[in-house]
């Protein structure tokens, strides 16, 4: 997850400003980004989710990079529907049919191998290892197989090295 804040110190105001209104000071946002690389190393779009129930919780189609992260990179940015930024179930659902499914389906076509069964190594998060996560993977995408990395393993088993 990724928390990011005004900060405790730093402002905008010009240099010398006798009077200066620091706003959001105790205030941060956070996201849970998801990161999906492969074993030759591309790396899959990000998926961000922010906590909240309107699109008016995720960034400004006005950002500055916005129209990069979302047209050329291809980044999804979602909101939870709830009051946390986590994975929900239809998070998930939406990594799976957006990002995961259509980069393994674009490569067993290029290489000419659609009965190829793909490997998903992933997180033992608790809606990952849901019953209702698991049981839909398997019918709805019966030839992604998921692999857990080991609760309190990430850092040990995960491709991703921070």
């Known amino acids: ?72 990179l291809k980044f999804h940015f979602e909101f939870s529907k709830v009051d946390n930024h986590w994975s929900t179930m239809e998070t998930m659902k939406n990594y799976v049919i957006n990002i995961l499914a259509s980069y393994f389906e674009s490569h067993r076509q290029q290489l000419k191998l659609p009965n190829q069964i793909c490997i998903w190594q992933i997180d033992c998060w608790s809606v990952h290892r849901s019953l209702e996560f698991r049981s839909w993977m398997s019918a709805t995408f019966p030839w992604i197989r998921i692999h857990f990395v080991p609760a309190n393993c990430t850092g040990l088993f995960h491709p991703v090295k921070i």
């Open 1 to 72: 997850m990724v928390y990011y804040s005004a900060g405790a110190i730093e402002t905008y105001a010009p240099v010398g400003s006798k009077q200066v209104e620091v706003l959001g000071n105790d205030e941060r946002r956070g996201f849970t980004l998801m990161v999906g690389v492969s074993l030759s190393g591309e790396v899959l779009p990000f998926q961000t989710i922010y906590a909240g129930k309107t699109s008016g919780s995720l960034p400004t189609s006005k950002a500055t990079g916005y129209s990069k992260a979302t047209k050329e």
